[in-house]
């Protein structure tokens, strides 16, 4: 997990917004994620304007945010996030099919981004990510970050190496990969550790752009 600012105390719940200009969207993504016990939910808002405002009554944790938005439209709005209140993490979701918004998101300072035909899960998954200072990308936008990349030659993987390579990228916890592999969550990180030193990634980001330019995911 890339850490890039100070970290939630784990005994707090994950205080988080939603800013879409789509009523319904923020009533299925509100409903799907206060089934999670460590959520909760501070407000939301349809519009930039209103978003920023939100943003700087309640503060939260994370920003679920449209980048299709009235007004200046999300990649502004998440810069002005960034400059005004650098502690809220920003989390990018789009209807749109281009997934050059992933390398437009990342540039604009969100630390995830995700398509809107995500699974629920892979949403929760990215809010946890981005609210403990990591930055998540589903597979398909790491590849087109990844794409977007020089190639590089790539050092030979073990099968082990591989197999944790893409329990890392399907967002899957050491304990989640070492009952898939029957080894020990202790063998999953030295693999991991090993993996850090042959790619020279350090984050499960890095990995999934790794993973995607180099034909592992």
């Known amino acids: 997990m890339n850490a890039t600012g100070p970290q939630r105390e784990l005994t707090t719940a994950i205080k988080f917004v939603l800013v879409d200009d789509h ?32 943003i700087g009554s309640v503060h939260p944790d994370v920003v679920v945010m449209d980048i299709g938005l009235p007004g200046e439209g999300g990649l502004a709005a998440t810069r002005w996030v960034v400059r005004n209140h650098p502690d809220v993490r920003v989390l990018l979701l789009t209807g749109s099919t281009d997934r050059t918004y992933a390398i437009a998101s990342l540039h604009a300072g969100a630390k995830g981004f995700l398509f809107k035909n995500s699974e629920g899960e892979e949403l929760v998954r990215a809010i946890r990510c981005v ?17 977007s990349l020089e190639p590089v030659e790539a050092p030979r993987l073990t099968p082990q190496e591989s197999a944790v390579l893409a329990g890392i990228v399907a967002g899957l916890t050491y304990k989640e990969i070492a009952a898939k592999m029957n080894i020990s969550a202790k063998t999953v990180e030295t693999y991991r550790v090993r993996l ?22």
Do not use: M, W
Request: proline share 3%; net charge positive; hydrophobic share 40%.
């Open 23 to 54: 009523p319904l969207v923020i009533d299925g993504l509100r409903v799907r994620l206060e089934r999670e016990a460590d959520f909760s939910f501070a407000g939301s808002a349809n519009d930039t304007e209103s978003a920023k405002a939100l």
């Open 131 to 147: 609210a403990d200072g990591g930055t998540y990308l589903s597979p398909s936008a790491a590849e087109a970050v990844a794409n």
């Open 196 to 217: 850090a030193k042959k790619t020279g990634c350090r984050s499960k980001v890095a990995l999934a752009q790794y993973a995607a330019r180099n034909g592992h995911a």
